[in-house]
């Protein structure tokens, strides 16, 4: 499944990698009875979160946003390899990866089995803090949790640590510049692509479920492993988001995960492009 969006003289499609089933027990600070409301979801709590890919073209070059699960995750994911395709995209086109954070769903379809790459040619753009929190260091005070995340992560970057660019806030590459959005992950990031208003936010997992978190910016997931920061990124960019008409391509937002966030109240609202 892929959907051509056009912003100016960017062009990106959204390709999806499949459906990751949940629960809305994973929503906190809110009552589950509202949540379950809010999501018009079943009354068994499942929760059918969409997983995200977006592909963009500038130039030379043919950037991809996240690279998801491979068949690390669920059956109904791991199919971006074969979405690409169907939208005339091979994985030996992609020339740069966007990854906004290192979990399951963003990193693992990097490599197969293996661990040999997926992406022949493509360089990795990655904020240099989330690089930094699971690549370097002994992970010394780490939970095991953490621990298997950074051994799974050192095996989903192995064969592309020589064609890693790290970036900090205002440094630029194919187009794309990261923004610190830390919390869900200690260096998760959204990217601006583009220029002006003519420019999209790849919002990684600033929000997961948008029919709560766009009106409530203050949930967040049990996913979220700074929970204090993660609520002050999310209202953060979102304020940023809206101030500056920026269109969104959102990781988990209701598929294709493209449109923008306008103010609303205190708070926000969403408007599918
Ligand atoms: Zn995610």
Redesign the pocket.
């Known amino acids: 499944m892929s959907t051509t969006f056009r912003f100016g003289e960017i062009e990106i499609e959204a390709v999806s990698d499949g459906i990751?089933k949940t629960n809305i027990d994973t929503v906190k600070d809110m009552a589950r009875e509202k949540a379950r409301a809010l999501v018009n979801g079943p009354t068994d709590g499942v929760y059918l979160?969409p997983?995200n890919n977006f592909v963009f073209r500038n130039g030379q070059n043919t950037v991809l946003i996240?690279a998801g699960c491979g068949d690390t995750v669920q059956p109904t994911l791991g199919r971006l390899v074969a979405n690409l395709h169907t939208a005339g995209i091979e994985p030996e086109d992609v020339t740069h990866i966007v990854i906004?954070?290192l979990?399951?769903?963003?990193a693992n379809g990097l490599v197969d089995n293996d661990g040999a790459a997926i992406y022949p040619n493509a360089e990795i753009l990655i904020h240099d803090e989330e690089y930094a929190f699971w690549l370097e260091g002994d992970g010394a005070g780490s939970t095991e949790i953490l621990r298997r995340k950074r051994e799974r992560n050192l095996f989903n970057m192995k064969p592309y640590l020589e064609r890693t660019r790290r970036l900090r806030d205002g440094q630029e590459t194919a187009g794309c510049s990261p923004v610190l959005a830390a919390g869900?992950s200690p260096g998760h990031s959204c990217w601006r692509i583009g220029t002006g208003r003519r420019a999209f936010m790849a919002l990684?997992?600033l929000v997961?479920i948008g029919a709560i978190q766009i009106s409530h910016p203050e949930v967040n997931l049990t996913?979220d492993l700074e929970q204090d920061r993660a609520r002050a990124s999310r209202r953060r960019m979102l304020d940023i988001i809206a101030a500056d008409g920026l269109a969104i391509a959102g990781?988990?937002i209701d598929a294709p995960g493209v449109g923008r966030i306008v103010r609303s109240g205190s708070a926000f609202a969403y408007e599918a492009e």
Request: hydrophobic share 25%; glycine share 6%; proline share 0%.
């Open positions: 990751l979160m997983v996240d906004t954070h979990h399951v769903d963003h869900h990684g997992d997961h996913y990781s988990h």
